[in-house]
């Protein structure tokens, strides 16, 4: 039972530099999320996707970018990273289904990717 | 953007003491959730609440929906050492989701 699988569990960059953060999950869950959580704080949203092709900003999404070419995976995109995006990364997942009129989703997690910028 | 007050920030309790947190907001939510995280984990949902007013529990947790939709608690009992974690409360609207900043508990043997 794999879930939401993600990698790498830590990086460290340097200013400007660039990577990926990967996230798969094996559940053929439509909805996906990217999420960081500053020391503290609460979780905040940066992109999401309800489906292949599409992708939606979150509350957050400024220095970021995502794509989203297969239902499984969900890569985040720093391309020039800076010391305000030292944080943790969370990816999660969820099936919507509607009820009482709305689409209810339940979010499942990935462990998370611990990211600092020097 | 809507805000979450999630309270309180930290809990240092004993063993086998009952526990209440809360989360208030300034607008309203459709659905309220809440999470736990244990330390270099992501949040696992531990209840998830649909309706106004709905009081739903998850073994020694419980939490409801307050009947005017801008806040929820969770209580748990009878604490035990595993208890120990960061708590989350979550509100949805729509496709829209927020979360409390968390509760920070400890459970002292």
């Known amino acids: 039972n794999a879930g939401v699988t993600q990698t790498p569990k830590f990086r460290i960059l340097k200013i400007g530099q660039s990577m990926t953060l990967q996230c798969t999950q094996d559940?053929?869950?439509?909805?996906m999320y990217w999420y960081r959580q500053d020391p503290g704080m609460g979780l905040k949203l940066i992109y999401y996707s309800v489906g292949a092709g599409i992708t939606d900003k979150g509350e957050v999404p400024n220095g970021y970018n995502v794509s989203r070419s297969t239902t499984e995976d969900f890569p985040l995109r720093l391309e020039l990273a800076a010391p305000s995006q030292t944080s943790v990364y969370f990816c999660?997942?969820?099936?919507?289904?509607?009820?009482?009129?709305?689409?209810?989703?339940?979010?499942?997690f990935g462990a998370g990717t611990r990211l600092s910028v020097l | 953007g809507q805000q979450l007050n999630q309270s309180p920030q930290s809990m240092f309790i004993q063993e086998g003491e009952d526990v209440s947190m809360n989360c208030t907001s300034s607008s309203i939510f459709n659905t309220w959730l809440w999470y736990k995280q244990d330390p270099g984990e992501g949040p696992v949902l531990l209840i998830a609440?649909?309706?106004?007013?709905e009081l739903t529990s998850n073994g020694r947790l419980t939490a409801q929906f307050g009947i005017t939709r801008k806040d929820s608690f969770l209580n748990i009992s009878a604490s035990i050492p595993s208890d120990v974690g960061i708590y989350f409360c979550a509100g949805q609207l729509r496709n829209d989701m927020r979360f409390g900043a968390g509760t920070r508990l400890t459970v002292k043997p």
């Open positions: 559940m053929n869950h439509n909805y």
């Open positions: 609440l649909y309706k106004a007013g």
């Open positions: 999660a997942s969820s099936h919507t289904s509607p009820r009482q009129g709305w689409g209810i989703n339940i979010q499942y």
